[in-house]
């Protein structure tokens, strides 16, 4: 099993534990992925499906953090050529073109890329040898999984950097059936080491939104988590208001979410792999589509609902809101900066108090 520590040594500006923020897309842009990188953590921007901004954004995110003095980023030596960008990128890979990809990552040389639901596992790796062929493997590989069988198949074909190991409980999009992480994560661990892969970090995701939940990961054996729906509340993030409010407001997610494609299929989103769905915020459009509602009908009343600005948003309201089932744990606006920080040290501080506990 690997040790916390070894993202440190790819991610040198990281604090320990990493926590990386999702490459959630449309929300995860330069000024998020770049803020949470300056708080120490590992920001991911979300280049998604469609590659065709991604040059822009890593443009925007490479200002933004000359702006900022970020310490790991040198304009003048001869030594910066060779420093990676202090930030991710993230792609769902059933729609994205690898050849419009490697022209901006090859450019840029962002730290990492994140690989997520590919038509095929498979698909996976002319992405993962390309990628390391064009920045000469100074951008590490992550790939997230979402089932024991699926973390040994890509351990075993592609030898990512890290392994994002994704649970049920996450929000936005994911696999139809799969584990908590809670029983996931450590039969990931152990069935890589069986293969004589566990070497390999493991990022913990899905239900992971403060502390509490990052010394879990960790004594479940990651190296690191991944958060997506406490993210969504900081003022770096590209999203309404409306939305916003909408993840404050709710709680109980194990109740007020559920796991659907109305979502998807609602809002015209098509191409999603069928093994895929989407966790969000029970609404109005959801129960009317449950209740039997004319699809043609419920999608008119969306249509117009987009319309209302933030008053789209809200539990008699028809926007999708994705969040996870640790919703109710997401209590207010804050900083990337302050997201990073007050989690790590309720982790430090829970850690410290299970060891007088054992």
Not at 78 to 94: C, K, M, R, Y
Not at 159 to 177: N, T
Request: glycine letters at 10%; charged letters at 20%; one cysteine or more.
């Amino acid at each position: 099993m690997a040790e916390p520590s070894i993202l440190q040594e790819s991610y040198p500006w990281t604090l320990r534990p990493l926590i990386a923020c999702a490459p959630m897309r449309l929300i995860s842009l330069a000024p998020l992925a770049v803020a949470v990188s300056r708080a120490g953590g590992l920001g991911f921007l979300a280049a998604g499906t469609d590659c065709s901004s991604l040059e822009h954004n890593l443009a925007e995110a490479t200002s933004l953090l000359k702006q900022s003095s970020f310490h790991t980023l040198s304009t003048s030596s001869a030594a910066s050529e060779q420093l990676p960008l202090p930030i991710g990128v993230g792609f769902i890979n059933w729609g994205a073109d690898l050849n419009q990809a490697l022209s901006s990552i090859q450019k840029y040389v962002p730290a990492a890329v994140w690989f997520f639901a590919p038509n095929n596992l498979s698909d996976l790796i002319p992405w993962t040898a390309r990628i390391r062929e064009v920045t000469q493997g100074r951008t590490k590989v992550w790939i997230q999984i979402g089932t024991v069988a699926d973390a040994v198949e890509v351990a075993s074909s592609c030898k990512p950097d890290v392994i994002v190991v994704q649970g049920s409980d996450a929000g936005g999009h994911g696999l139809r059936k799969n584990a908590g992480i809670i029983s996931l994560l450590p039969e990931v661990a152990d069935a890589l080491k069986d293969q004589g892969l566990g070497s390999i970090p493991l990022v913990a995701a899905g239900g992971v939104v403060e502390g509490r939940g990052v010394a879990a990961c960790l004594a479940l054996g990651a190296c690191g988590v991944a958060m997506g729906t406490r993210f969504l509340t900081t003022r770096e993030a590209t999203i309404a208001r409306g939305y916003q409010d909408e993840i404050i407001r709710a709680s109980d997610g194990g109740i007020s979410t559920v796991r659907s494609t109305v979502y998807d299929r609602i809002r015209g989103t098509k191409g999603w792999p069928e093994h895929f769905d989407g966790r969000g915020v029970i609404n109005q459009t959801f129960v009317d589509a449950q209740n039997g509602m004319d699809f043609e009908e419920n999608q008119r009343l969306y249509n117009e609902e987009t319309e209302k600005g933030n008053e789209g948003w809200g539990s008699q309201a028809r926007m999708t809101t994705y969040a996870g089932t640790g919703v109710g744990l997401v209590k207010q606006i804050h900083d990337a900066t302050d997201v990073i920080r007050d989690t790590l040290l309720e982790a430090q501080r829970i850690s410290k108090k299970l060891e007088s506990k054992l």
